[in-house]
Nanobody
Framework: VQLQASGGGLVQPGGSLRLSCAAS????????VGWFRQAPGKEREAVSC????????VYVDSVKGRFTMSRRDAENMMYLQMNNLRPEDTAVYYC????????????????WGKGTQVTVSS
């Protein structure tokens, strides 16, 4: 599976961005899909995940109520709508997949996209 994330950019605090991740090489239907991020000088962390047979996402506490993840398996796409962005959301955001996954473990994802930079600054 090849993954390509896009949609990052520079946004002011309180603004919004929508990240997209396009998959090719296999249908996403059989994969857990997740978004991860890595801020400068910090470890990569999981942001959100939808397991392979679900449309419901789970989120890290710091983004709950602000971020919404979705997937469209028929289009081989997944998305991350990010609202009310904060400076601490600044990071490179990655999409990743895990076949038959019920979770999105950081060290257990099968495929990773190259990442897209999100910068939140005034």
């Amino acid at each position: 599976v090849q993954l390509q994330a896009s949609g990052g950019g520079l946004v002011q605090p309180g603004g919004s961005l929508r990240l997209s991740c396009a998959a090719s090489g296999s249908t996403l239907e059989y994969y857990a899909v997740g978004w991860f991020r890595q801020a400068p000088g910090k470890e990569r962390e999981a942001v959100s995940c939808i397991h392979y047979s679900s449309d419901s996402a789970v989120y890290v506490d710091s983004v709950k109520g602000r971020f919404t993840m979705s997937r469209r398996d028929a289009e081989n796409m997944m998305y991350l709508q990010m609202n009310n962005l904060r400076p601490e959301d600044t990071a490179v955001y990655y999409c990743a997949t895990r076949k038959w996954g019920s979770k999105c473990p950081l060290d257990g994802m099968d495929y990773w996209g190259k990442g897209t930079q999100v910068t939140v600054s005034s």
